[in-house]
């Protein structure tokens, strides 16, 4: 208890920075340095600096921008408009340096940065190919059919491999290509009716390929050279939603539709542990956060004397999940059509978050080195986006409100805007330097700097107890 105050005079300090006025939908983003932070406003980027917050360069496309992204050095950063078929590419360390791709006549579905950020992968409408472009040379890599689903590629966490899937005579397969020169070595097929996504493992070049939606969906693992490795297959459901690899490589963790997660070992790709997310909780087991109802209404009318505010620990009786589905409000959706949404590993690996479709309101977060489901928080928003902190145990949470809620091992917060509900708070991007929040909106950006929380007490001073699965 002495530690969940503690932390929480340390947060009184939070700062929120005045509201930047950015195109409707168009998200900015920190330099993956963390140095800079960029946003657009009409056909213009602006780049500023995260401390000062002064102007770095600002650069002029020829369209409105529909989404812009650095690249993994930060030298470069691309602005797409997609209708166009455009994409411009600019350089912060040589401004007077600028690159034009034009995909006409069809529009632009994605793009990606290659490792070596001299590199742009773009795949156009309908999925018909894959244009290489290099800033390096004038040559261009053409990738024909990439499968049109939304994982249809995978860079191994090397840098070295691009694994992309295709369909042809009918049959799931997957080609590896080098990074060096984007020459196939390597094409096989894949034993799915219908693949939905590859993920490499951030350890092995080992891909994760994923059948979500036929009658006995599975998971198989394949070497680069087109070895499969180990399968996990469950029968009589309708299917996988989310597939994640812990940071090191040694735990995959698996959603399906009717909100089951299950925690594969990566030496065998045998069942370590699974959870029903539809079970009794018990509140004398797991620590249940609930915002305070009078927050709630001070929210509402616009009178808040705090900037921040602890959650409250619920007390009593066992309760099923379906309560909390109530308390949330009715959800119209069906499980078949929900499931687990996402499913994401903290960067030290010690927690497991969880959002369910049938509970748009409430978060699971587990503890993987208990095997044991450690909090389970409910908020009065559905929860838009969900942002691990890139080196400690903190979890940021934004639910469409004013306000910006935090987790850590010891406590939930609730931190209020100064923005009112004019400008709700859509998603949060943690600073990969700096202990500070860059938040969207619908039509503004704004960034909240924190003060070093200490977590070193987060296990001692908890109150928290778990429950087995």
Excluded at 374 to 398: E, M, N
């Amino acid at each position: 208890m002495e530690c969940r105050y503690r932390q929480k005079s340390q947060l009184q300090s939070t700062i929120f920075s005045d509201l930047i006025e950015q195109n409707a939908d168009v998200k900015s983003y920190f330099s993956p340095n963390g140095l800079n932070f960029g946003y657009t406003i009409q056909c213009q980027l602006i780049l500023l600096d995260v401390k000062s917050q002064k102007i770095v360069q600002k650069f002029i496309c020829d369209y409105p921008v529909d989404c812009f992204e650095w690249s993994p050095d930060s030298e470069l950063v691309y602005c797409c408009m997609k209708k166009q078929g455009s994409i411009q590419v600019w350089s912060l360390i040589n401004p007077a340096w600028r690159c034009k791709i034009m995909e006409n006549p069809l529009a632009i579905a994605e793009v990606y940065w290659a490792p070596d950020s001299r590199h742009l992968l773009v795949i156009n409408e309908f999925h018909l190919k894959i244009t290489v472009w290099s800033f390096v040379s004038t040559t261009t890599a053409i990738i024909e059919n990439p499968k049109p689903i939304k994982n249809c590629i995978c860079f191994s966490y090397c840098e070295r491999y691009l694994a992309v899937t295709e369909r042809k005579k009918c049959e799931d397969c997957i080609s590896i290509y080098t990074c060096d020169t984007y020459e196939i070595l390597k094409f096989f097929p894949v034993e799915t009716k219908d693949l939905s996504g590859i993920y490499f493992s951030p350890s092995d070049l080992i891909l994760g390929v994923l059948e979500a939606y036929t009658e006995e969906p599975k998971v198989a693992f394949y070497s680069i050279d087109g070895r499969i490795l180990g399968k996990y297959v469950r029968s009589s459901m309708f299917g996988f939603t989310t597939f994640s690899w812990n940071p090191d490589g040694k735990l995959i963790a698996i959603g399906d539709y009717f909100g089951m997660i299950t925690i594969l070992n990566s030496s065998n790709y045998e069942e370590i542990f699974s959870y029903q997310e539809n079970e009794s909780i018990d509140c004398e087991k797991t620590t249940v956060y609930k915002i305070n109802p009078k927050s709630v209404e001070h929210e509402a009318s616009g009178d808040v004397s705090s900037t921040l505010e602890l959650f409250e620990v619920r007390k009593g009786k066992p309760f099923v999940l379906a309560t909390l589905g109530n308390l949330s409000e009715k959800n119209k959706c069906k499980p078949a059509k929900c499931g687990i949404k996402t499913l994401g590993f903290s960067h030290c690996g010690n927690y497991l978050l969880s959002l369910n479709g049938s509970f748009p309101k409430v978060l699971f977060v587990f503890d993987i080195n208990t095997l044991m489901l450690s909090s389970v928080i409910l908020h009065h928003h559905k929860i838009k986006d969900v942002s691990w902190h890139p080196r400690k145990s903190l979890l940021a949470i934004c639910c469409s409100s004013r306000n910006v809620n935090l987790w850590m091992p010891t406590c939930c917060v609730s931190l209020w805007s100064p923005f009112r509900d004019e400008c709700p708070i859509f998603s949060a991007e943690w600073c990969s330097r700096e202990d500070c929040l860059l938040l969207n909106g619908k039509n503004f950006s704004a960034i909240l700097y924190l003060p070093n929380v200490d977590l070193s007490l987060s296990r001692s001073g908890s109150s928290t107890k778990d429950i087995n699965f």
